[in-house]
């Protein structure tokens, strides 16, 4: 489905400009830049989405704030834009902090040797900015989050200890949600058949035992805490107004959990096969900022989505006979099972926590999720 884009410009300093003809882009979905900044007219940054013609994406026709990079030479149409500040609003979607953090992502780079000759906005939207920085050195990705995913950086950091090579490799951070990550070759595998999967699987068992040592220090670093009870507090603090039916049973059903003996680790958070680039000889997971210390299974659990059921059995007693030889008198096909209606419970809270952290034109990315989250939560709970 295509996307029509029509871009409201404001200067450097804030001020509207006026709007950009509407034009196509082939890529569909909505937080994608590159091919929006390459098609128009102006040369500039897009900074926000403003409004939607569509429920939820992908394609239709958007609009976006961007800001020019200077004069424009190109006739303007009119245009009232709501421009008023908003406390939620990321530090990447008003003018000037773009700026802001390439001259923070430059100066790091030129420190170790790596000057950057050109720049790219690859994404931007509330959950990240997404900045390509090439140079005579390679290629490094600067990547800017909101704060619920700020501890992303600490288990990188974390992660290139215990099992080096498996994840992005982290050049800076500043702590406050700004990366620079290596470049990792390849391609995103969101098309992975099962044997690719049953791979990744593989692979992130063997970092999520390598983890399990690590448990309080990632703690202390900022990963969140969802193990047991303080999963079920999360949830229920979150969801009892909304789905109180779907909370009957939880805490017990995490304690039957607990007895089924799998160790609390590292939990991706979203683990699907997008979140991993492989090459044919490597597989790198990424995108870390959805982690959490907590239970295996969810993992795999996210793994199995897309799958016939078939398959989805496969990749789950192939998960299952992993960590029998990892933790030996655990019942992982039993702790998977009841983890399931609680895996679509922990992503309604998910979704709910994006809603309440960014500014209203941006929730229509998010607003469907809670919702369907819930529903799906009902439907395993009524096989159970």
């Not at 421009?83 to 990447?92: I, M, N």
């Amino acid at each position: 489905m295509p996307r029509t884009v029509t871009l409201v410009l404001v200067d450097p300093a804030g001020r509207l400009l006026g709007a950009l003809p509407p034009y196509e882009v082939p890529t569909p979905w909505w937080p994608e830049a590159a091919d929006v900044v390459a098609g128009a007219p102006v040369a500039g940054t897009v900074l926000r989405l403003l409004t939607s013609e569509l429920p939820r994406q992908p394609g239709g026709a958007v609009t976006y704030l961007a800001e020019a990079a200077g004069p424009v030479p190109v006739p303007l149409v009119p245009v009232a834009a709501d421009l008023a500040p908003h406390p939620l609003r990321a530090p990447w979607a008003q003018p000037g902090g773009p700026a802001a953090s390439l001259a923070w992502a430059t100066a790091q780079l030129d420190r170790l040797d790596r000057p950057t000759t050109r720049v790219t906005q690859q994404r931007t939207w509330n959950l990240s900015a997404i900045w390509r920085l090439d140079g005579p050195g390679g290629t490094t990705w600067l990547k800017q989050v909101p704060g619920f995913f700020r501890h992303e950086a600490a288990v990188l950091r974390r992660l290139a200890a215990v099992a080096p090579g498996r994840t992005p490799t982290l050049l800076a951070d500043d702590g406050d949600g700004r990366m620079l990550l290596d470049h990792v070759p390849g391609e995103d595998r969101y098309g992975a058949d099962l044997a690719e999967r049953q791979a990744i699987a593989a692979d992130h068992h063997a970092l999520q035992v390598r983890a399990v040592p690590a448990v309080a220090e990632l703690v202390a670093a900022g990963v969140p805490d969802r193990r047991g009870a303080a999963l079920a507090a999360w949830i229920r603090s979150a969801l009892a107004p909304h789905a109180a039916a779907a909370l009957d049973g939880l805490e017990a059903r995490l304690a039957e959990v607990a007895r089924c003996g799998l160790p609390d680790t590292l939990v991706h958070g979203d683990l699907h096969p997008g979140n991993v680039r492989g090459d044919g000889d490597r597989r790198v997971i990424i995108d870390w900022g959805d982690s959490f210390v907590g239970h295996p299974a969810f993992d795999i659990l996210e793994l199995t989505l897309g799958l016939d059921s078939a398959s989805a059995s496969a990749l789950v007693e192939a998960w299952s006979a992993r960590w029998r030889g990892s933790a030996p008198g655990c019942a992982p096909e039993r702790a998977a099972e009841l983890l399931r209606p609680v895996a679509w419970l922990r992503l309604a809270v998910v979704y709910a926590t994006f809603l309440a952290g960014i500014e209203p034109s941006e929730r229509v990315y998010h607003v469907a999720d809670v919702p369907e989250c819930l529903e799906r939560a009902a439907a395993e709970l009524s096989r159970t």
